[in-house]
Structures are given as C-alpha cells and as structure tokens.
C-alpha cells in the first residue's frame, strides 16, 4: 500500500543493532577524546574499531548473566579487541553511553520526519493551488456558513504542517545533547574538556548541566510535538471522513480495483485510511503524557524512564513516519467533486449569503437590529419550505425598499467570498502562491523557497 515501506528507514534507527552501534560511536568519541589528552594510549579507538563487529544476540547472551546491558556491551567488545578495551568506558557511567546513544538515534528519526514533512508540504502545496477557485460551503457547528474554496482548507493545513516542523525543529535541537560527565554529572571522573571533543565529534552539543542522565523535558518536548503533529493529521483526516459520509460525498479516498468495503455489504466504500491516521493519533498523544512522567526522577536519577523510553521513543517516530507518509498518498490520490460541492452550496436555497444581505442594508442605512430581524424573517420562511430565500428577501417590504434587484442579486455570489484568496495566498505560500507547478521547500529555518519544476 505504501511503496516506502518496503524500506523501513525508520524502523531501522531502532533496532538492537543501531542502538549498539550508537553505543560504540559514543564509547570511541570519549576515547579518542581522551587520548587527545594523553589520559588513554594513542590509537586504542582506532584498534578498537578495527576490531569490532556489534552482535547483538552475543550481547543479549551475556545479559542474561549480567543483568546489565551496557555491562554485557562492553564485555562483548572486549571478547573482541582484546586488552586495549579496558581503556573504553574510562570515567563514564552508564547513562553517559545510553543517553547520547539516544540523542544520535532521536537526530536520525528526526531527519526522516522532517524528510516526512516536506513531502506532506509539497502535496498540501500543490492540492491548495488546484482547487484555490473550487468553490465550497464553509461549516460551523457541522451546519453550512459561508462560501470558502477546497484550496484555502489546505492552505490552512499547510501553513499548520509548516508550524509543525519549525516545532520538530526546535524539539530536535533540545534532544541533541550528550553528556560524558560521569556517575553524578560532576566531571569527577573526566574532564569536561573531553566531554565538549566527544560531543563535537558526534554532531552533539553538550548538555550545560546534567546528573546522572540527560534531563528529560527535553524528551518530553521531543513527544509532546510528534503528540501535536498527529493531532494536525487527525485534524485533517477528521474533516476527509466527513467529506466523504454519504450525504456530503465532496471528496474521498481513492478506491483502487478490487479493493473490498465491507464484508457483508459489497456497495461500501469507507474511509478507511482516514479513521486508521485518527486512532494512530490517541497512541502517540498518549506516548507523550508516558514522557511528562519522566520527567520527575528520584535525586540525581533512577531508571523508570527507561523502560518507558524503549516503548514510548521508537513507537512514537515510527507512527509519525507512518502517519504522515500515509496521509501524504491519502492527499495525493484524494478523489475531490466539484460538482457536488456545488450542488451542497446551493443545498438552503441561499440562505447562506445573509449576512452579505445584513450588511448590504446597514451600508444603506438601516439600524443593524432593524437589518438583522428582515433577513432572519425570510430566512426563517426558507428553512420552513416556503419558498427561495433570494426570491423572499426581493419580496420582503423593507429590504426591497433599501436595495435594488441587481444589488440583491449581487449578496448571492459566492465568488465574493474568495476575492481576498490571492492576498492569503501570498502570505502562506509567497512567491509559489500562484503556480501549480513550484513546490514549496521549507528549509530548517522555517522560510520558504520554491523548488523545480514538475512536469506537468
């Protein structure tokens, strides 16, 4: 169904032998920071190196003796490279390893949902300037409003997709940090100079302060904005499922040959992705308040985070990469019906141009309150099956005194209600604002550029 995920990418980021293999990055950073210094023999890191091939289920064999997963690590690394591994781990703990292990696997997951995002960005993009003049009626309440377009709904999904990944962003940036400063997070045991060359080498910033472990509102901030992010996919998957019920029928999933509705009830076309992506949103938002429990630890730290993160962090991306992948080809290949989008507009008789009527008739003078009731009486009759609102209102006493035949007939045209469209565009898409064919990049800062070409 999705062709990426034939390629787990994400899925790859979490498996025992990326972790180990982070584990390593960050046992050979400290060493090579610390022969840098003259406190450990020059080229230990490079021997070890050299030497090593992670094997996860050795490591899981000598866990089941030692009870100690960084424990079992370092001793399967030292089956390997012999002596010159008693130099690893020299003045760390074992949160030092798991903790910027962590923040190098949390960087990768980010890059692929940004790479997520952009795609998600370039679809809403397109699917916005396409049906910029698809006109359709606007809902409060679920009851019909105003007239709006199909393109300013997904304008407004865009410019909300492209918060979202400033948010990543920034979320990124508070989870990229390692530590290497020991048991208490004192330096007691290895300079903090050592902690700032390690750290640089692996892409880090090194934590200001910390205990024992890396503090973990940074990881909560991490989930609370994948948690916000899948709130904006059911957002929009939400509002496809009521397009798409039977009685509005404006748009809906793509039905591909030989695809199956219902198993009793062979006429059933349902939207099945859309109500996949909403109950997807609960786990991840649910994930999120698991990390706000994290954050209060016993003093300098205990581990009842950690059993939580080895659920909550690989579940979280995995579902996001999912989520916004699937959303992506849902937008993409979204059958969308103008001509009953039309036919729902005029679906009151025209009962939603009144307050285009209302201040039609305060422009001419009329008290608002005096305006208000004449409009709602014909309204009133409309909804009552008594007649044409436009005809009712030209018939009304008091309003086809104030405004002529060609005035009334001009509060009934819906493409009033889009002439401000290309001044919004232009604030949500800039420069792209008018061509189908530019796809939007958002870069790392938030600002916009327009990309190739597509054909067409």
């Known amino acids: 169904m999705i062709d990426r995920y034939t390629l787990p990418r994400m899925g790859a980021v979490w ?27 020059e080229g ?36 390997q490279a012999g002596p010159k591994a008693r130099h690893l781990h020299a ?14 696997q949390l960087v990768e997951a980010q890059e692929i949902i940004l790479e997520d995002l952009d795609a998600l960005l370039d679809v809403l993009h397109t699917q916005a300037l396409k049906h910029k003049d698809t006109v359709m009626v606007g809902r409060s309440h679920g009851m ?10 997904m304008a407004i999904w865009y410019e909300e997709f492209t918060r979202q990944r400033k948010r990543l962003t920034a979320a990124g940036e508070d989870v990229a940090v390692g530590k290497f400063s020991g048991a208490m997070g004192t330096f ?23 205990n024992q472990v890396i503090q973990r509102d940074r990881h909560a901030a991490f989930l609370s904005t994948l948690a916000l992010m899948a709130a904006s996919v059911e957002k929009v998957a939400m509002e496809l499922r009521h397009l798409q019920r039977t009685e509005v029928l ?47 630890l016993w003093h300098e730290r205990d581990i009842s985070h950690s059993s939580v993160e080895r659920v909550i962090i690989p579940d979280g991306t995995i579902l996001i990469d999912y989520m916004l992948v699937r959303l992506t080809n849902l937008l993409k290949r979204l059958v969308v019906y103008p001509e009953r989008m039309r036919k729902n507009l005029n679906l009151t008789g025209g009962l939603i141009y009144s307050q285009r009527l209302l201040l039609a008739l305060v422009k001419k003078g009329i008290e608002r309150k005096a305006a208000y009731e004449a409009v709602q009486r014909s309204a009133v009759k409309t909804w009552d099956g008594q007649g044409n609102f436009q005809e009712l209102v030209a018939r009304d006493p008091l309003i086809a005194t104030r405004l002529t035949a060609a005035e009334i007939r001009a509060c009934f045209d819906p493409q009033a209600y889009l002439r401000h469209l ?28 327009p990309g190739k070409k597509k054909r067409t």
């Open 422 to 449: 290309d001044h919004v565009y232009r604030r949500v898409f800039g420069r792209s604002a008018r061509s189908r064919n530019v796809p939007v990049r958002v870069l790392r800062t938030g600002r916009q550029k």
């Open 44 to 79: 230990v890191a490079r021997h070890v190196k050299r030497k090593i091939k992670i094997d996860p289920d050795r490591i899981a064999e000598i866990e089941r003796v030692t009870k100690h997963d960084v424990i079992a690590f370092l001793e399967s690394i030292a089956e």
């Open 144 to 153: 019909h409003g105003e007239p709006v377009s199909f393109g300013f709904k």
């Open 250 to 296: 404006e748009a809906e999933e793509y039905f591909s040959p030989g695809q199956k509705g219902s198993s009793a009830m062979p006429h059933k076309r349902n939207p099945v992705g859309s109500e996949n992506l909403c109950g997807l949103a609960r786990i991840i938002r649910a994930n999120s308040l698991a990390a706000m429990e994290n954050v209060a």
């Open 91 to 104: 003045g760390l703990t074992s949160s030092d390893v798991l903790d910027t292990g962590l923040a190098l």
């Open 15 to 41: 498996t025992q032998e990326r972790k180990y293999t982070a584990w390593l990055q960050v046992e050979l950073a400290a060493c090579e920071a610390l022969e840098e210094i003259g406190e450990v023999p």
């Open 188 to 210: 007691a045991h290895v300079p903090p100079r050592v902690e700032k060359t390690a750290c640089t080498k692996l892409g880090l910033r090194p934590a200001p302060v910390s």
